[in-house]
Protein backbone atom coordinates (compact mmCIF):
# COMPACT_ATOMS: atom_id res chain seq x y z
CA UNK A 1 0.00 0.00 0.00
CA UNK A 2 1.61 3.66 -0.76
CA UNK A 3 -1.53 5.05 0.90
CA UNK A 4 -0.92 6.52 4.71
CA UNK A 5 -3.34 7.89 7.17
CA UNK A 6 -3.45 11.80 7.94
CA UNK A 7 -1.93 13.34 11.29
CA UNK A 8 -3.92 13.45 14.27
CA UNK A 9 -3.80 17.20 14.24
CA UNK A 10 -4.59 17.70 10.20
CA UNK A 11 -6.40 20.51 9.56
CA UNK A 12 -7.49 22.02 5.98
CA UNK A 13 -6.27 25.06 5.27
CA UNK A 14 -8.93 27.93 5.61
CA UNK A 15 -7.62 31.40 5.47
CA UNK A 16 -9.70 34.50 7.02
CA UNK A 17 -7.87 37.68 5.77
CA UNK A 18 -8.10 40.39 8.59
CA UNK A 19 -6.89 43.60 7.09
CA UNK A 20 -5.85 45.02 10.32
CA UNK A 21 -3.27 42.19 10.41
CA UNK A 22 -1.96 42.67 7.00
CA UNK A 23 -0.53 39.19 6.98
CA UNK A 24 1.49 39.22 4.36
CA UNK A 25 1.74 36.56 0.98
CA UNK A 26 4.33 34.58 2.22
CA UNK A 27 2.50 33.98 5.30
CA UNK A 28 0.00 32.65 3.40
CA UNK A 29 1.94 30.43 1.08
CA UNK A 30 3.64 29.27 4.34
CA UNK A 31 -0.25 28.29 4.86
CA UNK A 32 -1.08 26.59 2.01
CA UNK A 33 2.46 24.77 2.29
CA UNK A 34 1.65 23.14 5.89
CA UNK A 35 -1.78 21.61 4.11
CA UNK A 36 0.46 20.63 1.68
CA UNK A 37 2.95 18.47 3.74
CA UNK A 38 0.02 16.59 4.62
CA UNK A 39 -1.42 15.65 1.55
CA UNK A 40 -1.86 12.12 1.21
CA UNK A 41 -1.72 9.96 -2.15
CA UNK A 42 -4.09 7.39 -1.85
CA UNK A 43 -3.88 4.45 -3.99
CA UNK A 44 -6.15 3.64 -6.66
CA UNK A 45 -7.82 0.32 -6.92
CA UNK A 46 -10.57 -0.35 -10.30
CA UNK A 47 -13.37 -1.93 -8.44
CA UNK A 48 -13.46 -4.38 -12.31
CA UNK A 49 -10.13 -4.54 -13.64
CA UNK A 50 -11.56 -6.13 -16.88
CA UNK A 51 -14.26 -3.35 -17.29
CA UNK A 52 -17.26 -2.52 -15.44
CA UNK A 53 -20.70 -4.35 -16.31
CA UNK A 54 -22.31 -1.73 -18.14
CA UNK A 55 -19.07 0.47 -18.76
CA UNK A 56 -19.65 2.89 -21.93
CA UNK A 57 -15.97 3.14 -22.45
CA UNK A 58 -12.61 2.59 -20.76
CA UNK A 59 -12.50 6.58 -19.90
CA UNK A 60 -12.13 7.68 -15.94
CA UNK A 61 -15.76 8.47 -16.03
CA UNK A 62 -16.57 4.64 -17.08
CA UNK A 63 -14.09 3.41 -14.65
CA UNK A 64 -15.71 3.29 -11.16
CA UNK A 65 -12.76 2.93 -8.32
CA UNK A 66 -11.72 3.50 -4.82
CA UNK A 67 -9.22 5.40 -3.67
CA UNK A 68 -7.52 3.57 -0.40
CA UNK A 69 -6.57 5.28 2.81
CA UNK A 70 -5.30 3.14 5.48
CA UNK A 71 -5.65 3.73 8.70
CA UNK A 72 -1.66 3.51 9.48
CA UNK A 73 -1.97 5.33 13.48
CA UNK A 74 -3.64 2.84 15.83
CA UNK A 75 -5.83 1.12 13.59
CA UNK A 76 -8.89 -0.47 15.13
CA UNK A 77 -9.87 -3.35 12.49
CA UNK A 78 -13.14 -0.98 11.03
CA UNK A 79 -13.68 0.34 7.56
CA UNK A 80 -15.87 2.76 5.91
CA UNK A 81 -16.76 3.39 1.92
CA UNK A 82 -17.40 6.88 1.43
CA UNK A 83 -19.70 8.00 -1.25
CA UNK A 84 -19.43 12.08 -1.73
CA UNK A 85 -22.03 13.82 -3.37
CA UNK A 86 -22.62 15.79 -6.42
CA UNK A 87 -26.31 15.21 -7.50
CA UNK A 88 -25.57 12.65 -9.31
CA UNK A 89 -23.63 14.63 -11.64
CA UNK A 90 -20.28 15.12 -10.26
CA UNK A 91 -18.71 13.98 -7.17
CA UNK A 92 -17.79 16.58 -4.07
CA UNK A 93 -14.72 14.27 -3.93
CA UNK A 94 -12.43 16.75 -1.69
CA UNK A 95 -14.84 18.11 0.91
CA UNK A 96 -16.95 15.04 1.28
CA UNK A 97 -14.21 12.28 0.28
CA UNK A 98 -10.66 12.72 0.85
CA UNK A 99 -11.41 15.09 4.28
CA UNK A 100 -13.50 12.46 5.62
CA UNK A 101 -11.17 9.56 4.75
CA UNK A 102 -8.79 11.30 7.02
CA UNK A 103 -11.03 12.15 9.70
CA UNK A 104 -12.07 8.67 9.74
CA UNK A 105 -8.30 7.87 9.62
CA UNK A 106 -8.19 9.61 13.23
CA UNK A 107 -10.34 7.28 14.47
CA UNK A 108 -8.29 4.47 13.36
CA UNK A 109 -10.57 3.22 10.53
CA UNK A 110 -9.46 2.50 6.86
CA UNK A 111 -11.31 4.26 4.34
CA UNK A 112 -12.21 3.81 0.66
CA UNK A 113 -13.90 6.93 -0.95
CA UNK A 114 -15.72 5.86 -3.79
CA UNK A 115 -16.07 7.41 -7.45
CA UNK A 116 -19.30 5.71 -9.25
CA UNK A 117 -20.44 6.18 -12.23
CA UNK A 118 -22.55 9.23 -13.03
CA UNK A 119 -25.75 10.03 -14.49
CA UNK A 120 -24.36 13.39 -15.96
CA UNK A 121 -22.20 10.74 -17.92
CA UNK A 122 -25.12 8.72 -19.36
CA UNK A 123 -25.50 6.46 -16.45
CA UNK A 124 -28.04 5.49 -14.69
CA UNK A 125 -30.21 3.19 -12.04
CA UNK A 126 -29.09 0.58 -11.47
CA UNK A 127 -25.32 1.84 -11.81
CA UNK A 128 -24.61 3.57 -9.29
CA UNK A 129 -26.01 1.41 -6.36
CA UNK A 130 -24.11 -1.64 -8.26
CA UNK A 131 -20.85 0.90 -8.41
CA UNK A 132 -21.31 1.08 -3.94
CA UNK A 133 -22.46 -2.74 -3.77
CA UNK A 134 -19.45 -3.46 -5.70
CA UNK A 135 -17.02 -1.61 -3.38
CA UNK A 136 -18.48 -2.89 -0.26
CA UNK A 137 -17.83 -6.38 -1.66
CA UNK A 138 -14.42 -5.91 -2.91
CA UNK A 139 -13.69 -4.66 0.96
CA UNK A 140 -15.13 -7.42 2.93
CA UNK A 141 -12.77 -9.59 -0.05
CA UNK A 142 -10.15 -8.37 1.37
CA UNK A 143 -10.71 -7.44 4.44
CA UNK A 144 -7.79 -10.03 5.67
CA UNK A 145 -5.23 -7.62 3.39
CA UNK A 146 -6.28 -4.56 5.10
CA UNK A 147 -6.59 -6.34 8.59
CA UNK A 148 -10.15 -5.38 8.31
CA UNK A 149 -13.18 -7.44 10.76
CA UNK A 150 -15.57 -8.37 8.02
CA UNK A 151 -18.05 -7.75 9.98
CA UNK A 152 -17.32 -3.93 10.33
CA UNK A 153 -17.83 -2.85 7.30
CA UNK A 154 -19.76 0.70 6.74
CA UNK A 155 -20.53 3.60 4.21
CA UNK A 156 -20.84 7.17 4.45
CA UNK A 157 -22.66 8.93 2.12
CA UNK A 158 -23.37 13.04 1.64
CA UNK A 159 -26.20 14.41 -0.53
CA UNK A 160 -26.81 12.61 -3.16
CA UNK A 161 -23.86 10.25 -2.17
CA UNK A 162 -26.29 10.00 1.01
CA UNK A 163 -29.03 8.48 -1.34
CA UNK A 164 -26.53 6.07 -3.39
CA UNK A 165 -25.32 5.31 0.72
CA UNK A 166 -28.83 4.90 1.65
CA UNK A 167 -29.87 2.40 -1.64
CA UNK A 168 -26.70 0.49 -0.35
CA UNK A 169 -27.84 -0.44 2.71
CA UNK A 170 -31.46 -0.76 1.77
CA UNK A 171 -31.41 -2.43 -1.30
CA UNK A 172 -28.33 -4.82 -0.23
CA UNK A 173 -28.19 -8.52 -1.37
CA UNK A 174 -26.10 -11.71 0.52
CA UNK A 175 -23.98 -12.31 -2.42
CA UNK A 176 -23.84 -14.94 -4.85
CA UNK A 177 -22.76 -18.29 -4.12
CA UNK A 178 -22.55 -19.78 -7.59
CA UNK A 179 -20.92 -16.45 -8.72
CA UNK A 180 -17.70 -16.96 -10.94
CA UNK A 181 -16.54 -13.90 -9.67
CA UNK A 182 -15.35 -14.73 -5.67
CA UNK A 183 -16.13 -11.11 -5.13
CA UNK A 184 -19.52 -11.28 -6.11
CA UNK A 185 -20.43 -14.24 -3.29
CA UNK A 186 -20.05 -12.28 -0.17
CA UNK A 187 -22.45 -9.66 1.18
CA UNK A 188 -23.03 -6.55 -0.03
CA UNK A 189 -24.46 -5.44 3.30
CA UNK A 190 -23.24 -2.73 4.87
CA UNK A 191 -22.73 -2.94 9.06
CA UNK A 192 -23.18 0.93 10.16
CA UNK A 193 -24.94 3.72 7.54
CA UNK A 194 -23.73 7.34 8.26
CA UNK A 195 -25.49 10.42 6.10
CA UNK A 196 -24.99 13.66 5.91
CA UNK A 197 -27.91 16.17 4.70
CA UNK A 198 -29.20 12.97 2.40
CA UNK A 199 -31.30 12.85 -0.67
CA UNK A 200 -33.76 10.04 0.40
CA UNK A 201 -36.72 10.39 -1.61
CA UNK A 202 -36.90 10.50 -5.02
CA UNK A 203 -40.69 11.80 -5.30
CA UNK A 204 -41.46 15.22 -6.32
CA UNK A 205 -42.36 16.64 -2.91
CA UNK A 206 -38.99 16.94 -1.08
CA UNK A 207 -36.59 15.35 -3.72
CA UNK A 208 -33.29 17.43 -5.00
CA UNK A 209 -34.92 17.94 -9.25
CA UNK A 210 -31.10 17.58 -9.72
CA UNK A 211 -30.17 13.99 -8.31
CA UNK A 212 -33.22 12.93 -9.73
CA UNK A 213 -33.37 13.65 -13.06
CA UNK A 214 -29.50 12.34 -13.40
CA UNK A 215 -30.45 9.04 -11.27
CA UNK A 216 -33.35 8.03 -13.26
CA UNK A 217 -32.10 9.46 -16.89
CA UNK A 218 -34.70 10.47 -19.68
CA UNK A 219 -37.74 8.83 -17.96
CA UNK A 220 -37.41 11.45 -15.53
CA UNK A 221 -41.71 10.90 -15.08
CA UNK A 222 -41.36 7.57 -14.25
CA UNK A 223 -43.32 7.96 -10.49
CA UNK A 224 -43.45 4.38 -10.10
CA UNK A 225 -39.13 3.96 -10.29
CA UNK A 226 -39.27 6.91 -8.12
CA UNK A 227 -41.14 5.54 -5.03
CA UNK A 228 -39.35 2.03 -5.37
CA UNK A 229 -35.53 4.38 -5.28
CA UNK A 230 -37.15 6.38 -2.35
CA UNK A 231 -35.08 4.85 0.59
CA UNK A 232 -37.54 5.66 3.28
CA UNK A 233 -40.13 2.86 1.63
CA UNK A 234 -37.04 0.13 2.06
CA UNK A 235 -36.47 0.45 5.42
CA UNK A 236 -36.71 -3.12 6.88
CA UNK A 237 -35.25 -4.83 10.07
CA UNK A 238 -32.12 -5.97 8.30
CA UNK A 239 -31.08 -1.88 7.63
CA UNK A 240 -28.12 -1.24 9.49
CA UNK A 241 -27.55 1.13 12.40
CA UNK A 242 -27.30 4.91 11.30
CA UNK A 243 -26.38 8.11 11.85
CA UNK A 244 -27.94 11.55 10.23
CA UNK A 245 -26.94 14.83 9.90
CA UNK A 246 -28.68 17.57 9.06
CA UNK A 247 -29.33 21.20 9.11
CA UNK A 248 -32.73 23.06 9.09
CA UNK A 249 -31.65 25.70 6.56
CA UNK A 250 -30.73 23.51 4.24
CA UNK A 251 -32.92 24.78 0.61
CA UNK A 252 -31.47 22.23 -1.26
CA UNK A 253 -31.81 19.16 0.07
CA UNK A 254 -34.56 19.86 2.71
CA UNK A 255 -34.77 18.42 5.90
CA UNK A 256 -37.65 16.01 5.37
CA UNK A 257 -35.23 14.10 4.17
CA UNK A 258 -33.64 12.69 6.76
CA UNK A 259 -36.76 12.98 8.93
CA UNK A 260 -38.66 10.58 6.82
CA UNK A 261 -35.67 8.35 6.75
CA UNK A 262 -35.32 8.25 10.46
CA UNK A 263 -38.65 7.92 11.38
CA UNK A 264 -38.50 4.46 9.00
CA UNK A 265 -35.57 3.34 10.94
CA UNK A 266 -37.71 3.86 13.86
CA UNK A 267 -40.28 2.39 12.88
CA UNK A 268 -38.70 -0.88 12.21
CA UNK A 269 -36.57 -0.33 15.02
CA UNK A 270 -33.62 -0.56 13.68
CA UNK A 271 -30.85 1.34 16.09
CA UNK A 272 -30.70 5.09 14.67
CA UNK A 273 -29.62 8.65 15.96
CA UNK A 274 -30.43 11.93 14.05
CA UNK A 275 -28.93 15.42 14.81
CA UNK A 276 -30.45 17.99 12.85
CA UNK A 277 -28.89 21.76 13.46
CA UNK A 278 -30.81 24.69 13.14
CA UNK A 279 -28.21 26.94 11.10
CA UNK A 280 -26.06 26.42 7.62
CA UNK A 281 -26.05 25.67 4.30
CA UNK A 282 -26.80 22.22 2.26
CA UNK A 283 -23.07 20.84 1.65
CA UNK A 284 -21.21 21.72 4.47
CA UNK A 285 -19.01 18.37 4.77
CA UNK A 286 -17.03 18.11 7.90
CA UNK A 287 -17.26 21.56 8.69
CA UNK A 288 -14.07 22.19 10.55
CA UNK A 289 -13.80 25.72 12.51
CA UNK A 290 -17.43 26.17 13.11
CA UNK A 291 -17.49 25.84 16.38
CA UNK A 292 -21.68 24.77 16.47
CA UNK A 293 -22.09 23.14 13.40
CA UNK A 294 -18.72 21.11 13.61
CA UNK A 295 -19.40 19.25 16.62
CA UNK A 296 -21.32 16.74 14.67
CA UNK A 297 -18.45 14.75 13.84
CA UNK A 298 -17.62 14.53 17.04
CA UNK A 299 -21.31 13.30 18.02
CA UNK A 300 -20.58 10.44 15.23
CA UNK A 301 -17.44 9.64 17.17
CA UNK A 302 -19.21 8.92 20.14
CA UNK A 303 -21.65 7.30 18.25
CA UNK A 304 -19.36 4.98 16.64
CA UNK A 305 -17.62 3.91 19.57
CA UNK A 306 -20.44 3.64 22.06
CA UNK A 307 -21.61 1.27 19.16
CA UNK A 308 -18.62 -0.75 19.14
CA UNK A 309 -17.45 -0.03 15.22
CA UNK A 310 -14.16 0.79 16.51
CA UNK A 311 -13.66 -1.91 18.73
CA UNK A 312 -15.15 -4.03 21.48
CA UNK A 313 -16.24 -2.17 24.76
CA UNK A 314 -15.42 -3.40 27.96
CA UNK A 315 -18.22 -3.12 29.77
CA UNK A 316 -18.45 -4.03 33.95
CA UNK A 317 -21.12 -3.53 36.48
CA UNK A 318 -21.02 -0.84 39.34
CA UNK A 319 -22.50 -1.25 42.49
CA UNK A 320 -22.47 1.57 45.61
CA UNK A 321 -24.15 4.67 47.36
CA UNK A 322 -22.99 7.93 46.34
CA UNK A 323 -22.99 10.73 48.94
CA UNK A 324 -23.25 14.71 49.29
CA UNK A 325 -22.28 15.84 52.51
CA UNK A 326 -22.53 12.30 54.45
CA UNK A 327 -26.20 12.11 53.22
CA UNK A 328 -27.03 9.59 50.16
CA UNK A 329 -28.10 11.15 47.20
CA UNK A 330 -32.08 9.78 46.32
CA UNK A 331 -31.82 10.44 42.38
CA UNK A 332 -29.02 11.41 39.88
CA UNK A 333 -26.81 9.94 37.41
CA UNK A 334 -23.05 9.02 37.57
CA UNK A 335 -20.76 9.92 33.99
CA UNK A 336 -17.74 7.69 33.09
CA UNK A 337 -15.25 9.27 31.17
CA UNK A 338 -13.16 7.36 29.00
CA UNK A 339 -8.99 7.50 29.38
CA UNK A 340 -9.01 8.36 25.72
CA UNK A 341 -11.70 10.89 25.02
CA UNK A 342 -12.89 11.96 21.74
CA UNK A 343 -10.67 15.05 20.81
CA UNK A 344 -12.90 17.92 20.79
CA UNK A 345 -11.36 19.82 18.31
Given at each position: ??????????R??S????????????????????????????????????G??????????????????????????????????????????????????Q?????????????????????????????A???????????????I????????G?????????T???????????????????????D????????????N????K???????????????????L???????????????????????????????????????H?????????????G???????P?????????????????????????????????????????????????P?P??
Amino acid sequence: MNGAGAPKDFRPASITCIPAMKKSAAALIFVFAISLAHAVTPETVVLWPKGAPGAKGDKPEDTPRIDVYPATEKPCGAAMVVCPGGGYGGLAADHEGRQVAQFYNSLGVTTFVLYYRLGSKGYHHPIEVNDAKRALRWVRSNAQNFHIDPQRIGITGFSAGGHLASTAATLFDDGDANAADPIDRVSSRPDVCVLGYPVITMMNDFTHKGSRANLLGPDKADDELAAKLSSQNNVTDRTPPTFIFQTDEDTAVPAENAVNYYLALRKHHVPAEMHIYQRGPHGVGLMHGDPILGTWRLHLADWLRAGGFLGATKRGAVEGTVTVNGKPVSWGSVTFYPRTPTPRR
